[in-house]
């Protein structure tokens, strides 16, 4: 058994001991005025003055309670509940001083020595060594390099690191932390990934770009770090005599098939090709970028073919999916000969809601009460006009009642959207003008699709 030693540091009731092996005795000294507990290894000298327990290690009993004990959390004692246990681990590594955790791709040096900062908490330490590991980089070839010194909380890079290769790539800094008294290891890790941007705006005109229009774009606010082509319903206004642009890289992660305008009901395909305003794919041109951190790579520019956007909604959308939206259009006119595209323009209802891509069987077309006094809803020819597809080519209609609801054969016609998308539409009218109003019963008409 370790031999008792006396200690005096000045004041009184001073006790305890205990042996941690043989060979290395520590004391356990409590005192009652102050509620400390003091534990350090014993020193050579004996007896025991205190200016030789620099640095005791304490820890408070005020927020102890009936039978808790006094336990080492690696650091000092500290009052737990019986049964607790403290295991090391690492409660927290952090790289920073760099912004945040994705970083626009460049070339060369991303982070000269000692620019980013690592930092590390931990359960029970302090650690008996800890040490950051570095992939990722073209050229950070260190095997791993100390986190400073005991605690082992903080320290920087030794030397430069590079950007990675190529957009998507990732740089890892591991922290692998060991307590050699416990026999306990343990490694977490802290990511950056490295992408580049896409951007879009608005020209005068609609061909022939250039790289400059490009890096204007994404020097502004109308830019974004990010792998895909596609982009969610986002607000940007496209005004009068100008046109959309946008731009991304070539070498992206998904396809981008058309670009809407719109939302909801009014939710339609913009024409993208300035030479064919026919075709939902947008015209791509490619066109190699330098971005400001001197990475470069191929983009393609699309643009729209019709200006001034904004005169049927700020909302965009990029799109991966071939379904183009456009409106069904029905409504009612005191005239015939109405199938032309001013006159679809004209009628009363719009909607791209049913244009699904599915078979328009069971669609319904409400015309609504045509008039409001008796009599104005009479002799009026009802219209509807569906875009000349597959499986929209072939409707015929019933009324509120089921029956048969008497339709010309459609007449064909090109109708240009809203944002410049055209396409050939069937465009159907009542074989005789009916009446539905305030003196009839219903007052609506409902035509449901066969």
């Not at 409590?30 to 000298?45: E, I, M, S, V, Y």
């Not at 790289?211 to 895909?228: G, K, M, Q, W």
């Not at 305003?277 to 983009?299: C, D, H, L, R, W």
Request: negative net charge; contains cysteine.
């Amino acid at each position: 058994m370790a031999e008792r030693r006396r200690i005096d540091l000045g004041f009184n009731p001073l006790y305890a001991s205990l042996s941690r092996n043989d060979n290395l005795d520590q004391a356990v000294v409590f005192d009652p005025k102050t509620q400390q507990l003091f534990h350090k290894d014993f020193p050579t000298t004996d007896p025991v003055s205190a200016s030789a327990y620099i640095g005791l290690i304490s820890a408070s009993a005020a927020t102890s309670q009936t039978n808790f004990i006094l336990m080492f959390n690696g650091t000092s004692f500290v009052p737990v509940a019986q049964g607790n246990t403290f295991t090391f681990g690492i409660n927290s590594f952090a790289a920073s001083n760099f912004g945040s955790s994705i970083q626009q791709i460049g070339a060369g040096v991303w982070k000269a020595a000692s620019s980013v900062n690592f930092t590390a908490e931990y359960n029970s330490g302090p650690p008996t060594e800890a040490s950051v590991s570095f992939s990722g980089s073209t050229n950070f070839s260190d095997s791993g390099f100390t986190m400073g010194s005991t605690p082992f909380t903080s320290t920087t890079n030794p030397n430069t690191i590079n950007y990675p290769s190529a957009v998507d790539s990732i740089l890892k800094f591991s922290l692998s932390a060991t307590k050699s008294i416990e026999s306990s290891s343990n490694t977490t890790s802290t990511l950056v990934t490295f992408k580049n941007f896409r951007t879009w705006g608005t020209k005068n005109f609609n061909t022939s770009f250039s790289e400059s229009v490009i890096t204007d774009f994404s020097a502004s606010t109308n830019s974004e770090l990010s792998s895909n082509g596609n982009k969610s319903a986002y607000d940007f206004s496209v005004g009068s005599e100008l046109f959309y642009v946008y731009a991304y890289r070539t070498a992206k992660v998904d396809q981008v098939d058309q670009v809407r305008c719109g939302e909801g009901a009014n939710l339609l395909t913009v024409a993208m090709d300035p030479t064919n305003n026919a075709t939902i794919t947008p015209k791509t041109q490619p066109i190699s970028v330098t971005n400001g951190n001197g990475f470069t790579e191929n983009y393609n520019i699309i643009a729209s073919s019709g200006s001034n956007l904004s005169s049927h909604s700020d909302k965009m959308t990029v799109v991966n999916g071939t379904q183009i939206k456009n409106y069904f259009y029905h409504g009612h006119n005191a005239s015939s000969g109405q199938e032309t595209e001013i006159g679809v323009k004209s009628l009363q209802n719009s909607s791209s809601t049913n244009d699904d891509g599915g078979s328009i069987a069971g669609d319904t077309f409400i015309l609504g009460q045509f008039g409001t006094a008796t009599g104005e809803g009479s002799n009026k020819f009802v219209y509807v006009a569906i875009p000349n597809r597959d499986s929209y080519n072939t409707a015929s209609f019933k009324d509120n009642n089921n029956f048969g609801f008497s339709m010309n054969d459609p007449v064909l016609i090109n109708v240009t959207n809203s944002v410049g998308f055209v396409e050939e539409y069937a465009v159907y009218r009542s074989q005789q003008a009916v009446t539905y109003g305030a003196s009839t019963n219903p007052s609506s008409l409902t035509l449901t699709v066969n």
